[in-house]
């Protein structure tokens, strides 16, 4: 009977538990994309869906309720030739909320030079340490970048690791046929997201993650006027950042992934903090500025 127990409960735990840490929601497009074969793009989402989720990221145990979840949309816009494709990747990524059902938006970027080639129903291969694959390195990449900003949100500087590996990426990438893996091919894209997030410079950013996250969000259901006052305090992090290079990336990811949250967090604040919060964000992202009016507005988060 005792060993019926335990092979129950082994049979449980291992239902539980998962070597995978991402659950990755994938989806392609290829609305734009003339022609009667369709099915590659379905293959395509399968193919990257399982990569993603099925791939062993990091050296620690996620049970299944603890996978980070997030979303990758691709849109094909152009198919080159029978295996060469070019689109958008949109890379989203949420945060649940200790004692709460609301999830906090951590990433929301779009990645305009997504170029790769795709053979159907041949395995999608990637490798640490060499440059042999334009698709899984984009996949491989955003999955660290995602697995970094994750870890931020709960410990100090906790994603180091996953960035400095989506940094190794781009760095054997230098020599690649396909875009955005170069300082010099935009402002705003993989290789200055990861300069960004390695660079001390901008280490306040960082700290903002977590302070915003562990040390305000996390204690709202508890203690709401504690968190929203972290909060405010520590907005001023992307202040400093801005005012040393205001055309940064990473400011830009914050306020397209937060400005609606913030807008709703402060509009329960006190007439004080609601003045220092807008005061900031106006400086800090100009073209929401009319947005962050809103604030003066009575809600309740």
């Not at 082994?10 to 994309?33: D, H, K, P, Y």
């Not at 145990?61 to 816009?77: G, N, P, S």
């Not at 030739?81 to 970027?109: C, H, W």
């Not at 040390?215 to 259901?221: A, P, Q």
Request: glycine content about 4%; proline content about 3%.
């Amino acid at each position: 009977m005792r060993l019926i127990l335990s092979v129950l409960l082994l049979f449980a735990l291992c239902l539980r538990l998962t070597g995978q840490e991402l659950q990755c929601n994938v989806s392609v497009s290829s609305a734009r994309i003339e022609g009667t074969y369709k099915e590659i793009f379905n293959s395509m989402r399968t193919d990257i869906s399982e990569f993603m989720n099925n791939r062993k990221w990091t050296d620690h145990q996620f049970a299944v309720d603890e996978r980070i979840v997030c979303t990758i949309f691709i849109q094909v816009t152009d198919q080159i030739g029978a295996d060469e494709f070019k689109g958008t990747m949109q890379v989203q990524l949420n945060r649940p909320i200790f004692n709460s059902s609301y999830q906090s938006p951590i990433l929301n970027i779009k990645d305009n030079d997504f170029d790769v080639r795709y053979v159907e129903f041949q395995p999608l291969e990637f490798s640490e340490t060499s440059n042999t694959n334009a698709l899984t390195n984009i996949l491989a990449y955003y999955a660290y970048v995602i697995l970094g900003f994750d870890y931020d949100t709960f410990s100090p500087m906790g994603g180091t690791p996953y960035f400095q590996r989506a940094r190794d990426i781009v760095n054997k990438s230098q020599n690649a046929h396909e875009k955005g893996w170069r300082a010099f091919e935009g402002n705003y894209n993989r290789f200055w997201m990861i300069d960004n997030l390695s660079n001390k410079a901008y280490s306040p950013f960082r700290d903002l993650m977590y302070r915003y996250h562990r040390l305000g969000l996390d204690v709202m259901s508890d203690k709401p006027n504690v968190g929203r006052s972290e909060i405010a305090d520590a907005l001023r992090n992307i202040q400093k950042v801005y005012r040393s290079r205001p055309d940064t990336y990473i400011n830009r990811m914050f306020f397209d992934a937060k400005s609606d949250e913030i807008v709703n967090l402060f509009s329960s604040g006190s007439t004080d903090e609601k003045s220092r919060v807008i005061s900031i964000l106006s400086e800090c992202d100009p073209a929401n500025s009319g947005k962050y009016e809103k604030i003066t507005q009575q809600k309740v988060f």
